[in-house]
Structures are given as structure tokens and as C-alpha cells.
């Protein structure tokens, strides 16, 4: 019978990393490149069908409301502070910490959530008024499913530390779920003032 040597030992390296050296970390990063090209094609969209027509948003659609709209931008964007710590505290294995943080960045994520309606409200059109209302509509509900799908996934995230048996590669999977929540949540700002802000200066 053949005998194999092995040409290296591999027993000494670490189940798990962090960052790039992890797999985990280039198919977040891989995810983020699709969702940010397909919000690339909205934004895209929406400008195009806006140098076609002499007004925006065509008469009598009304100009979209920038209040809370613009209120909820701002609390997505300081959820990243709770983000932040999360991800320190999952850097340091530091259990405790972790659970603490998740929990936090879950109920603001279901706080962001409701924003979202009143997103939806101040756009002041249905869906289906006319070509500004689609491009408008649909925007705003893509970076929607984007922010319930990163919010619900963060929710059982904080279920599986406080009550499964957490794993050193769940720190891991914590870490690249707050690279994703950056994304999700800063690529807001843009979008938010080319939806609501835009009509008053283009």
C-alpha cells in the first residue's frame, strides 16, 4: 500500500479568523457588490427618467417630504455606534459584550424599521402614479428589504449567543454581519437625498 506524507500540518491553525483572511468575509463583501450595483441601477434609473421630463416630479405629484425621512437616515447612521461596539466585542471574543450589543443593534434595527414606513409616507405618491412615483417606490422599497432582511438576520444572531452554544466561528459570523450592517445602513445617506432632497435641486 502507498503511503501519503503530508506536506504541511495544518493542526496548529486557528478554526476561525476575522477580516480578510476569513471566506466568510469576501462572500460578504461579494454580497455587498451585488446589492450595491442593483441600488446603482435604481439611483440610475431614477436619474434618467428625470432628464426626460421638463418637471420633477411631473404635475400634480407632490414634492416628497424631507423631515422624517431625513430623521430616519440620521438614527440608521447612529446605529452604527452600537455596531461598532458590537463588533470590538466580538473581535475580543468577549461573550458577554456580544450579547449585549446584538440585543441593542436588534431593537434599533425594529426602531429603523418603523422609520421606513413613514419613508414610504412622505413620498406622497402610490407606486403606481406614474413613471417618478415607480422609480421612487422602488428605491426606497429595495434598501427596504435590504435593512428588515440585515435586521431579522440580526435578531437571530442575538437568539443563537444568548441561548444556543456559541461557537468561536460565531464571533466570526458577528463580525462580518457588522460589515454588512456599515453597508446597509451608510449607503442610505445617498440614496436618501437623491429621493428626497433631489426633486428640490435638480
Known sequence: MKRYVPLIDVSELPTFTFGRSAITWWGTLGYMAIEGMTLTV??????????NVYEWPPAPTPLPGVLL?????????????????LQRAARRLNLQSTRIWFLALSVLGAIAIGFRVYDFRQLNTHW???????????????????????????WVFTALMWFGSVEGKHFADADDNCLYWYFMSLIWIPLYVLIYWSPRLL
Not at 69 to 85: C, E, S
Not at 135 to 149: C, K, N, P, Q, Y
Open 128 to 154: 403606481d402614479s406614474n413613471a417618478y412615483s415607480s422609480a421612487a417606490w422602488i428605491t426606497v422599497g429595495f434598501h427596504a428589504s435590504l435593512l428588515v432582511f440585515e435586521v431579522l438576520e440580526t
Open 69 to 85: 425621512p431625513g430623521i430616519g437616515a440620521a438614527f440608521l447612521a447612529l446605529t452604527n455606534i452600537a455596531n461598532y461596539r
Open 42 to 51: 435604481c439611483a440610475m434609473t431614477y436619474l434618467y427618467l428625470r432628464k
